[in-house]
């Protein structure tokens, strides 16, 4: 198990394509958000952060009794560059941690040995960074050097991909993870999750 890194939780969007909070979908009962905080903490993160912003509160008492910490973002509504900007800052000066494995609420295929398998692959990879690789891209969940991703500019939806980028192919390590391509950003994701099970039925 890995020690120096800290899991990043994406968690502040509204869900609006959805037209409901994606974080508080179910999955066998649990809060996809919850799930996510859970699988993460199965890393043995030294820090597991989980960024909110539209409905923060309610969406932080489901994160009661995990072990970690809520970030609150104000500007959430700038889009997921703007959200992961927040967690940089918020662990950048944390000399205990070297690297960061990021990941969303909204993959419901994921499961803590990809999660594994990714801090595994960054060990292996000349960069020291990883993405999750499906449906022809690299992306999240995905292990990012503290080093790397320090001058990246991060803003609006601009996420981890001017990173990702920015690093020499060879160099980046890459799991396979085709069920991850389903992310539930619209009702017809949702409908596509429920039917492989990996979203309970309303």
């Not at 509204?14 to 909070?21: H, M």
């Not at 009962?29 to 952060?49: D, K, S, W």
């Not at 020291?128 to 990246?152: E, L, N």
Request: with cysteine.
């Amino acid at each position: 198990m890995s020690s120096d890194h800290a899991a990043l939780v994406l968690a502040a969007g509204a869900g609006s394509r959805l037209g409901r909070s994606k974080q508080l979908l179910m999955r066998d009962g649990e809060p996809l958000l919850r799930r996510a905080a859970r699988i993460a903490l199965q890393t043995a993160p030294r820090r597991c952060v989980v960024v909110l912003g539209a409905d923060a509160d309610r969406l932080a008492a489901v994160l009661q009794g995990l072990d970690v910490e809520v970030l609150r973002h104000a500007d959430w509504s700038a889009g997921m560059g703007s959200s992961l900007a927040a967690l940089r800052r918020h662990v950048q000066d944390d000399a205990t941690l070297r690297r960061s494995l990021i990941l969303g609420c909204d993959q419901p295929a994921l499961e803590a040995p990809h999660l594994r398998a990714l801090l595994d692959e960054a060990d292996r990879a000349a960069s020291g960074c990883a993405t999750s690789g499906y449906a022809g891209v690299r992306g999240i969940p995905a292990v990012v050097t503290h080093t790397a991703w320090a001058d990246v500019a991060l803003q609006g939806d601009n996420g981890l991909r001017a990173l990702f980028a920015s690093l020499d192919v060879q160099t980046l390590g890459c799991v396979s993870a085709p069920a991850l391509a389903l992310d539930v950003d619209t009702p017809a994701d949702l409908a596509a999750a429920q039917q492989r099970g990996w979203v309970d039925q309303d």
